[in-house]
Every structure is written in C-alpha cells, then in structure tokens.
C-alpha cells in the first residue's frame, strides 16, 4: 500500500511555525508525528502535554495498516477524516439499531461489537466519538473476543470518555488516547493519519 503524497506550501509553512512554538523533540519519531499532526490539526499547541502513546504500538499499528488490515472507526466523522485509505464504520453496520435494542447498549457500543465478530484479530480500530464504543472494545479484548493490532481511544465528552480512555490504558491493549475529556472525530482521524503518511526515512510527515 502506498501513502506518498505531495506536501502542499501551507501545510510546509504551518508545520514550521508549530514547531516555532511547541517542542516536539523530546517525543520518539511516530509519537512526535502522532502529536505533530493533531496539533497542527487544531492549532492548539497544548496538545503536547495531552496525547499517550507507545512507540511499539504505533510501529505495530502503522504497520498493519500498510499491510492493508482492517481499519474500523466508531462514527462516519472519523472515517471522513482520514484521508490515504478507507475505513469501515461500525454505526453503520446492518443490524446496529437491533442489537442495540436487544442488549442495552449504545447504537456505537454495537457497532463495534459486530465488526470485532468480522475483524476479531489484527485490525486497527479508532474511536472519537463514543465512550461506550470504547467500553465495548476494551470489553471485547478482556473477554478474549478481540486482538487489536492498535487502538486509537479518544472519544470527547464529560461523561464517561476519561474514565474510558484511563481503562484503556490501564488494559495493557496496543494503544494511543488522551488525558482528559478533550478528544474526538479529527485527533483519531489526525492520529492515523499521522501513522499512514509518516516516512522513516523522511521524517514527520
């Protein structure tokens, strides 16, 4: 799979100017490219001191996806984000709303049930939106139902997405997410991103 692209003028400047203003250097080369991409995503330099990620996890990550494994996001936002390759959707597969009903759980918390059914090992899975989506994957991979190659866990929200993101971390799972309620659609589209256009020869982006 192939992720070369073309750099446009703005993005070189915006680059340059982020890092007029932030340290990244002290970061290892994929979690610098991680944070790098979702600070100049939201121009938010604070995000340095947010962001938890493993260099083995992202190196596994990065490369499942160039290998073309599965990559399934919560919500259509975080599929729209991520621009190099398609993603899967687990709210939009058939059958979500029936389950959702039948168990109790979130109509995203059910859509990532049915797709680790499909995709139990090796895929990359990436959550912006809904805590419980996290819940249920973290759920899954305990119960031994599913073995994520990475899990980018950063859904946004005052109710339940720290306590989600502090499970995720604490579960020993392959994984990057955030400290506190700060989150969502564009850092996990920003972080697989930043994992699929990385060059090891040719530095951050």
């Known amino acids: 799979m192939s992720t070369r692209r073309e750099v446009h003028p703005i993005e070189t400047e915006s680059y340059r100017i982020m890092r007029s203003r932030a340290d990244f250097a002290r970061f290892p ?20 001191g947010e962001i938890v990620a493993d260099e083995t996890a992202l190196r596994t990550g990065r490369a499942a996806l160039l290998d073309e494994a599965p ?25 979500v709303a029936e389950l959702a009903a039948k168990t109790g759980l979130t109509r995203s918390a059910a859509g990532i049930r049915m797709a680790a059914e499909e995709h139990p090992d090796g ?3 990436a959550i912006g939106n809904a805590p419980t989506a996290l819940v249920e994957l973290i759920r899954l991979a305990e119960a031994g139902r599913l073995n ?9 929200g ?26 969502g659609a564009a850092i996990a589209a920003a972080a697989i991103n930043a994992l699929l256009y990385w060059a090891e020869a040719g530095g951050n982006r």
Do not use: Q
């Open 148 to 156: 994520p190659a990475l899990v980018v866990g950063v859904p946004v």
């Open 123 to 125: 895929a990359v899975w």
């Open 29 to 48: 080369p994929l979690t610098r490219a991680v944070v790098e991409r979702v600070v100049h995503t939201t121009a938010d330099p604070s995000w340095t």
């Open 158 to 183: 005052f109710v339940g997405a720290v306590d989600a993101k502090a499970v995720l971390r604490r579960s020993g799972l392959p994984a990057v997410s955030t400290l506190t309620e700060r989150g």
């Open 71 to 95: 990559l399934i996001t919560d919500v259509r936002m975080v599929a729209a984000g991520i621009t190099a390759r398609p993603a899967e959707i687990g709210l939009d597969r058939g059958g």
